[in-house]
């Protein structure tokens, strides 16, 4: 067993719980948590997350000879899932060879990645999107080729506060007039923004190919150290296909080089959340986690801003929404991006991060946010406020 046992806020449901180790144990442990799982199935009212595991959890039980009766509801899920992904694949090929013949170099991260390389099965990883990276210092080139090619922000924002935005962000969703989405990212983690944050991240990636298109994937350390970080996020609705993505990279037939991945972690001071990442994997999913990593990763001092980090990414917003997180990360952010430190350097940045055109402007954004937020309290508030509340 692993330690700590305290994971705080991005924790499956016990029903969501039950579910995972259903759709990843073998033997006995899938049979018990099946039987415990199932006995309250409804899928009608099955929540969102937990339906996107179903095509997974359908495989398993094939895979472990338990027998049911929703055969024919789960395949029918799975059949789904698998043209959904065939479609949104026809989609990112002609995309990654049109950056390639403009010189635009690309990375694939999460789904369309793992699909390929790890689950093997378009059936077996629900995508609504697909997500790479190009080099931050191409970023410029490769918003105008969207652009060229009918793709847009999801986001307005005005072309003057546009650089600046970009540089508060390590992604941006775009949409094409078939409403698909792009998630275009310059950065693979949202708390490393330094223009070579990335560096080793592509001198450590792998061909692959998407639809004969080739492109590039994340080296395996760092497609698990990107789940997990990823994954350990406070959200409304737990991220719980994370869990099930690091566990498939981790039982999958790829070599992970677990000194790459303590040396990722120890780069970027993100070894906490790591490990309270691998520890859970261990704990609750018999993750293939060698004993010895997990007490090189222990060994590394861990400073008292990064345990903040981690609580605070990992707890319910209050009333003042993301801003406390904010404030704890900006150390980070200004060291990365030449920001300048304290209270006048973090208004700025929050003027960027909102896309104002005037630092004035930005104390009458955030009360007006604050004030959206209590109108939620009431009945028929969010139909007033709005429902896009994120920081």
């Known amino acids: 067993m692993g ?78 899932t698998w043209a959904k992904n065939q479609t949104l694949f026809s989609k990112i090929s002609p995309l990654l060879q049109s950056f390639g013949e403009a010189g635009i170099d690309t990375l694939i991260l999460k789904g369309a990645g793992f699909i390929v390389r790890y689950y093997k099965d378009f059936g077996l990883r ?16 490769a918003i105008i080729l969207l652009r ?10 005005s072309d003057k506060a546009l650089p600046t935005y970009l540089s508060t962000r390590h992604a941006l969703l775009f949409l094409n007039p078939a409403r698909y989405e792009l998630d275009l990212h310059w ?17 450590g990636a792998i ?38 993505d690091a566990v498939t990279i981790l039982n999958s037939q790829a070599s992970i080089d677990w000194d790459r991945l303590i040396q990722q972690a120890e780069k970027r001071q993100l070894t906490f959340p790591l490990k309270h990442a691998l520890t859970y994997l261990m704990d609750q999913f018999d993750a293939p986690v060698p004993q010895q990593f997990l007490e090189a990763l222990n060994r590394i001092p861990v400073s008292k801003r990064e345990i903040e980090e981690y609580k605070v990414q990992t707890n319910r917003p209050g009333l003042f929404l993301y801003i406390p997180s904010m404030w704890i990360f900006y150390p980070r952010i200004a060291k990365d991006t030449g920001r300048a430190p304290g209270i006048f350097g973090f208004i700025k940045y929050l003027q960027n991060f909102w896309k104002l055109d005037h630092l004035w402007q930005t104390p009458f954004y955030f009360t007006w946010r604050v004030f959206r937020r209590i109108i939620l309290i009431f ?13």
């Open 3 to 80: 330690n700590p046992q305290n994971y705080y806020g991005w924790r499956p449901s016990s029903g969501q719980e039950l579910l995972l180790k259903a759709s990843l144990l073998n033997g006995q442990p899938a049979l018990l948590a099946w039987q415990e799982w199932s006995q309250t199935l409804d899928l009608e009212r099955l929540d969102y997350p937990s339906r996107r595991l179903v095509p997974l959890l359908h495989h398993n039980l094939i895979a472990q000879h338990i027998d049911h009766s929703f055969t024919r509801q789960f395949k029918k899920l799975y059949f789904e």
């Open 126 to 141: 629900p995508m609504n999107d697909f997500d790479f990276l190009v080099p931050t210092r191409q970023i410029n080139d």
């Open 148 to 157: 060229q090619l009918g793709w847009t922000p999801a986001e307005k924002t």
């Open 187 to 203: 950065h693979v983690l949202k708390e490393c923004l330094a223009t070579n944050a990335d560096q080793d991240f592509w001198e």
């Open 207 to 244: 061909p692959i190919e998407i639809n004969g298109v080739h492109t590039l994937g994340l080296d395996p350390a760092d497609d698990l150290f990107h789940t997990c970080i990823h994954g350990v996020r406070w959200n409304d609705t737990p991220t719980i296909r994370w869990i099930a």
């Open 379 to 391: 009945p028929g508030g969010k139909k007033l406020a709005g429902d896009n509340l994120e920081a």
